[in-house]
């Protein structure tokens, strides 16, 4: 095997030259293999292996400074400066994350797992190396969906009137996450018809040199223009056309589902198939996809909205061709997704925004002027918020609260089950009186008919909902943390003690009616939130409760970035386990 001999980008420009082919599928095989156990970023990373070979092959890193756009492009990268075990050897996986890391190797210059950032980074490397008079090459590699992001324009146009010499490789797949969406994605169709030669050329329009290689997975192709290309006095933009799952039938045939599936078992012709064929459990991309689309059948209004992630809502392609344009991926391009949903709003329409929280932290001037300053009648709904959610540092989905906490007008929810959830998002689409978000559990979706609201129950000022009644303690637990909270009732419920449990429904807000009638029957109230504690909701509890003489302690995360955690350790490094919690409130009470 040649990746085993490779402990750098050395030993890859020590290869000969027609070993190149081989290492590009060494390096596809063990893609697939780890994906395969583990799942992964697979069609991205399947593409951009010639390209990582070439790049390493001609250039001379960490001196030369790549950066990859999004970074989930940078398995053969990774495997290329010397973690190629982490690959290949099952019991080195977890050595590797799935994004750059700078805490990994100084082939990783930047934490990156967010988008359209690259040629940012790349201005500020180049002005930084020109002003310390050093010689190196900087090399921003940007795709799969990343020009769709405002930043990335930016960069560019400042690029154009910088002059650096920067190259900047346009890795383009034809793909985003799921299809490409937008003008700038029309022109890079056209440019590909026509072998880059057509009058229409976006970056030609800006001022930047352009150059066109229709075969990006051609190795030998892309290293003999990559040498026409170092020592740059200027920025040089290389339009490189790749295949999104190249190598692998299957991916080239779906990208969209190839893009990041879970662990998946290979077939006696090699053509992956999920792991699971089982029917799966249902979740709340499909209860939201299902409620949304029947919706739409006798609500013209009504207006899906994701920012390339619409999977997280259950629209897959079946549906979004039935929705048409009452379904809107703007690729993405997260400011403009929160600003198109207010606009939409004003102009009379029922907008309704899916969206990782972990990236509408991208959005936050717009929530905040364009939403909530106007007070605009919208539905944002927040996945992966949770402690169950991605666990790798870069996206993290635990800030939410924190992040939109004292957002002026802003009415953020938290159901605890499908009957919640659905009852929220009706009142949402129906609500007039400002912006409302919904707080999608992080865990599987369960039914709670005795938490179920009324039926002509709204949401526009908190209400909490005592489920258990009980003395001396009180347990309020929010949305996905209801769970933990009768758990530990239950626990203390065995030493003999009835604790009150609450279902707080409002993460913004607090029901001082309720609040008033605990802190009089209780000598302890606890808290527990699936977030970060900094800044978080039980904060808003105890600020409220501390000049009651009630005690109080908040559960929760303490902000930090664990990267790829074991979900065990850090519930128990954070006082998260029933037992914890228990003996918390023992220790209060002994006070």
């Excluded at 540092?393 to 906490?405: E, K, P, R, V």
Aim: aromatic letters at 8%; charged letters at 20%; one cysteine or more.
């Amino acid at each position: 095997m040649y990746l085993e001999g490779i402990t750098g980008p050395d030993d890859v420009r020590s290869l000969d030259e027609k070993d190149l082919p081989a290492l590009c599928q060494e390096i596809r095989q063990a893609i697939i293999d780890k994906s395969a156990a583990e799942g992964g970023h697979v069609g991205s990373n399947l593409g951009v292996v010639e390209l990582s070979v070439a790049l390493h092959r001609v250039f001379h890193s960490p001196q030369d400074q790549i950066i990859f756009d999004v970074s989930h492009q940078t398995y053969a990268h990774k495997m290329l400066t010397g973690r190629a075990v982490a690959f290949t050897d099952p019991a080195h996986y977890a050595e590797a994350s799935g994004f750059a890391s700078p805490r990994e190797s100084e082939h990783d210059l930047f934490a990156m797992g967010h988008t359209s950032t690259s040629v940012s980074l790349a201005c500020g490397l180049a002005l930084a190396r020109d002003r310390a008079g050093a010689h190196h090459d900087v090399v921003a590699v940007i795709g799969d969906g990343s020009l769709s992001g405002g930043m990335a324009f930016e960069g560019l146009d400042d690029l154009a009137e910088l002059g650096l010499g920067i190259l900047v490789i346009v890795n383009d797949n034809g793909w985003s996450i799921a299809e490409n969406h937008g003008g700038i994605y029309e022109n890079l169709a056209e440019l590909r018809r026509t072998n880059g030669t057509s009058e229409r050329n976006l970056f030609r329009d800006l001022g930047l040199e352009y150059r066109f290689l229709a075969d990006g997975n051609d190795v030998d192709r892309l290293i003999g223009e990559l040498e026409g290309l170092r020592g740059l006095d200027h920025p040089v933009v290389l339009h490189v056309c790749t295949v999104k799952g190249n190598g692998l039938d299957v991916a080239c045939a779906d990208p969209e589902r190839w893009h990041h599936p879970p662990a998946f078992t290979l077939g006696e012709e090699t053509a992956p198939t999920p792991a699971s064929s089982a029917p799966s459990r249902e979740t709340y991309a499909e209860l939201t996809g299902s409620f949304l689309s029947s919706r739409m059948e006798y609500d013209p209004l009504l207006v899906g909205i994701t920012a390339a992630t619409p999977y997280i809502m259950g629209f897959t392609p079946a549906r979004r061709k039935a929705a048409g344009d009452q379904f809107v991926d703007v690729g993405i391009a997260e400011q403009h997704a929160v600003t198109f949903t207010a606009a939409l709003a004003k102009g009379g329409a029922h907008p309704v925004l899916g969206i990782y929280g972990v990236f509408l932290q991208r959005a936050y001037d717009q929530l905040w002027h364009d939403l909530c300053l106007n007070t605009l009648p919208a539905t944002i709904l927040t996945y992966g918020c949770s402690v169950h959610g991605t666990r790798d540092a870069t996206h993290l989905g635990l800030f939410d609260i924190s992040l939109l906490n004292g957002l002026p007008g802003l009415t953020y929810l938290a159901p605890v089950c499908r009957e919640e959830f659905t009852a929220m998002l009706t009142w949402s689409i129906g609500y007039a009186g400002g912006p409302v978000a919904i707080r999608v559990p992080g865990q599987g979706v369960v039914s709670r008919p005795d938490l179920a609201p009324a039926a002509d129950e709204g949401f526009e000022r908190p209400r909490y909902q005592i489920v258990r009644h009980g003395s001396e303690v009180a347990i309020l637990a929010l949305g996905s943390f209801f769970e933990l909270g009768e758990r530990v009732a239950d626990a203390l419920a065995s030493l003999g003690m009835k604790a009150t449990l609450v279902n707080p429904r409002t993460v913004f807000g607090l029901d001082e009616d309720a609040l008033d009638g605990i802190a009089a029957n209780h000598r302890v109230v606890v808290t527990l939130e699936d977030g970060v504690l900094e800044g978080g909701w039980g904060e808003q509890v105890a600020r409220y409760l501390g000049p009651a003489g009630v005690r109080v302690r908040c559960f929760g995360v303490r902000a930090g970035f664990p990267d790829r955690y074991d979900l065990d350790e850090l519930l128990r490094e954070n006082d998260l386990t029933p037992e914890q919690i228990v003996s918390g409130i023992q220790e209060m009470l002994d006070v």
